[in-house]
């Protein structure tokens, strides 16, 4: 087996995993310790010194967190990745090694706002800064790169959007500059889009979202392609120059593709403590499990759903690249293969109160501020998660004051859209 290449559905299921030795259990146990005792002093030392891969405490590397590390890492085809305890955490982890005061990441417009808040102001607090370009205009990224410029970031399947981006295009640009291209694939989960196949250097997720899949837990992953030569330049001194906390040991020059993701641990989780807890790490381990399963039914939902409210008579327009009438149906194919994700916005022609009726009118629908539930959901972006954005933001990340955010669960397509009609005729009205 070992010299076949395994498709996604068997992988999602065994990638990293084992019958627990001590025991035989089948299902990856959830080791719930802090500490784990050492062999004797020989090996805590070893372990201390990046000589010797095991567990020391659980800030940094738990046997259950790290199942589920080896399984997204396979699923996404990176050489490691690292687990923590959100999504917005595993963006800081991202940029942690990378970054210095006075450094600047190159940013899509087209994010979530949570993620725009904390790169235009939360990261202003370590001294970083962010560019935020229009990624359709590569011309306008690669103008955007300076020698002060660590990093290019964007979204594979944009949040709220649902537009995709031209990935081999982006790390083109990225590569001629010698930086590393950071892509959140939440919204596309690898089943749907596999960024470093694309030329991206490390993909983020948050795991609460697709990954999980029910609504049950917090948590993110970085996951490093082991592609990138840290070595190359002087631009990337946390791993290519000597690390004080470990006696001078230069994590790209010894552990080479696999110096991201040690760092990661060593450095970012020691320091950062932006942990992953091994009840969490269960819990999305179990919803891997049917990912493809829940993403084809998410992404035939969301075509059938999304084709219908296009031609529904309250509504302007929809954004869901799975059709023809999207600017990005043309990237589908090339990009997102197997379906065009289950996020998007609907534009309502009534307007902002329209979106506000309609959010209080649906029944199975559920308004959270939260996607990729097996639930389909609802939320009107511009009072909520981008409201602490200008007009101009929020037009320019897709939420818009007149327009909703739909993340289509895998309930009857027939039974939603029941809902949203209901639900359109009383916002209308």
Known sequence: MSDKQLGFDTLQIHAGSAPDPATGARQTPIYQTTAYVFRDADHAAALFNLQEVGFIYSRL?????AVLQERIATLEGGAGAVCCSSGHAAQIMALFPLMGPG???VVSTRLYGGTITQFSQTIKRFGWSAKFIDFDDTAAVKAAIDDDTRAVFCESIANPGGYITDLRAIADVADEAGLPLIVDNTSATPYLCNPIAHGATLV???TTKYLTGNGTVTGG???DSGKFDWMASDKFPSLSEPEPAYHGLCFGEVLGPMAFTFHGIAIGLRDLGMTMNPQ???????GIETLSLRMERHVENAMKIAAWLENHDTVEA???????????NHRVASVCPKGAGALFTVALKGGYDSCVKLVDSLELFSHVANLGDTRSLIIHSASTTHRQLTEEQQVAAGAAPNVVRLSIGIEDADDLMADLDQGLAKASA
């Open 61 to 65: 590397t738990n046997p259950t967190v």
């Open 204 to 206: 983020v997720h948050s």
């Open 103 to 105: 450094k600047n990441v």
């Open 221 to 223: 992953v970085v996951v």
């Open 280 to 286: 969490a790490a269960h819990y999305t381990l179990m």
């Open 318 to 328: 929809v954004t869901y690249a799975g059709l023809p009438s999207s600017p990005y």
